[in-house]
């Protein structure tokens, strides 16, 4: 059964840093490519930053072009998201995307694309 479990959310001052883990289980977690999508109160999901299964290749969003950084470790079947410089705009729930590399060709931004979800975690920005 695969299970994704984000972590690392909280309530930070503008200009702060976080740093979002997200834990996975029960799936070949190498051959995996993994994205961050975020989901602000009445808007649609969107998307953040991906990375590859080897962790070779990342893209990001324009929102978190130049702050945000993704990496992954496969001994520790963990992918991450640092985010620095954080701002009021980057309040919303955070979810880790998972799918296997066999299902799609290279990472993708859009939502359905990605086969396992976990049940986020917020990210609060106070100005």
């Known amino acids: 059964q695969v299970q994704i479990a984000e972590s690392g959310g909280g309530l930070v001052q503008a200009g702060g840093s976080l740093r979002l883990s997200c834990a996975a289980s029960g799936l070949p977690f190498g051959r995996f490519r993994l994205a961050w999508f975020r989901q602000a109160p009445g808007k649609e999901r969107e998307f953040v930053a991906a990375?590859?299964?080897?962790?070779?290749?990342?893209g990001y969003g324009d929102s978190a072009k130049g702050r945000f950084t993704i990496s992954r470790d496969n001994v520790k079947t963990t992918v991450y998201l640092q985010m620095n410089s954080l701002q009021p705009e980057d309040t919303a729930v955070y979810y880790c995307?998972?799918?296997?590399?066999?299902?799609?060709?290279?990472?993708?931004?859009?939502?359905?694309?990605?086969?396992?979800w976990g049940q986020g975690t917020q990210v609060t920005v106070s100005s």
């Open positions: 990375i590859s299964s080897s962790g070779g290749y990342t």
């Open positions: 995307a998972a799918v296997g590399e066999w299902r799609l060709r290279y990472t993708s931004q859009f939502v359905d694309r990605y086969d396992y």
